[in-house]
């Protein structure tokens, strides 16, 4: 760049421009080739990342599908005492709402009110049906005629539950709690407390898998980064090669194997080491699921301890034995601590993976090795409680965050190492 003064202080191009105005016009000009670069990229996170989570937090509070189609009743609502039957105006309100209600959107917010109260959608619409042949006032005692379940205190204490716009209802539902009339936390019925114990069941198989993913894929990563290389590249093609086989394939052949007729059981019945009728029970249960799902995330816990591994000298095992230390305790003291960034991103990877996981458990768990997550699934495609999903989906979202969050402050993201 040519450059000239028009001043003893001031430098200019040649064209006249001062130095200082075209390195900042050039400057500007990299930053927007380089933000071009990045936005395809920007444009995917938040559509594919960013955008549903936020759809997933707004559905996990969304509660107005019902207060759209009852807002006469919910304004009406506030002045019952929530003891006993409500007064005719309530009655009266909600004959309003239901005969004006687009039966679209009725049908609608009645599969949310089945969601606190069951029998609420078969109500609802033959409500609308029979409410026809009501005249005019009163209401109470002929509503009451039409369908003796509007002389049932606990259907109209439930739209207690539903009377805001925006809920927690869901959240509480989650963890096995519920809404009152008066909008109080209380537990759920015993017969509904479902969720806390699988909450406990996938953090506990969760935890189970990253353990034993670990305690196997530590001595195989060790092996891969210490052997010579032409022996390494072809182990490392078997640990790569599930990537290459679909995933149900993998689940299916394991079925084959587990189950009580199957391939692992003749084995051990051939070999006298159990009695035929003594057969070992994993399948559709917890057993299997815990062997299908750490056999499946393995390799997620054996690259980053492998690539982290590969880059430790082993000129420090030798000189700490040089030093005067056993090959076990250079190994405890010198070895495995730079070893830990591996072992953090592999437990965080293989955890987080797990604790989402419902495809094995689908399949291979059965009704006793089930987690949350097809319980979401379950909720997302059968009962369309899209509301309570979502607030399960969130849970496991903070779940996520809150691991990051120890993991940083026992150890230091900045100290986690893929390679």
Known sequence: MALATTQPDVLTTADGVPLKVSMQRSLRRARIKAFALVAPLLIFILIAFVLPIGDLLLYSIDDRQVNAVLPRTFENFETWDREGLPDEELYAALFEDITTADKTALGRS?????????????????????????EGPPYKEQMIKADKRWGDASYWQA?????????????LNAIDRRYDAFKNVVLQPEDRRVYLFLWWR???VSFLVTLFCLLLAYPVSHLLATIPLRYSNLLMICVLLPFWTSLLVR?????????????INDVLVASHIIGDDSRLPMMFNMTGTII???QILLPFMILPLYSVMKTIPPSYMKAAMNLGATPFRAFIRVYMPQTFPGVGAGVLLV???????FITPELVGGKDGRLIGNLIAYHM????????AAAMGVYLLAATFVLYWIYDKLVGIDKMKMG
């Open 351 to 357: 955890f987080i993976v797990a604790i989402g996981y």
């Open 251 to 263: 689940i299916t052949a394991w079925i084959v194997m587990l189950q009580q007729q199957g391939v």
């Open 159 to 171: 739209l207690g539950a539903m009377k805001d716009e925006y809920t927690l209802g869901y959240y």
């Open 292 to 294: 299908v799902m750490v």
């Open 381 to 388: 495609k059968t009962t369309l409680n899209w509301g309570l």
């Open 110 to 134: 009645t599969t949310r009110m089945n969601y606190e109260k069951s029998g609420y959608s078969s109500l609802m619409r033959s409500a609308k049906r029979k409410f026809k042949k009501i």
């Open 202 to 204: 996938t953090l506990l």
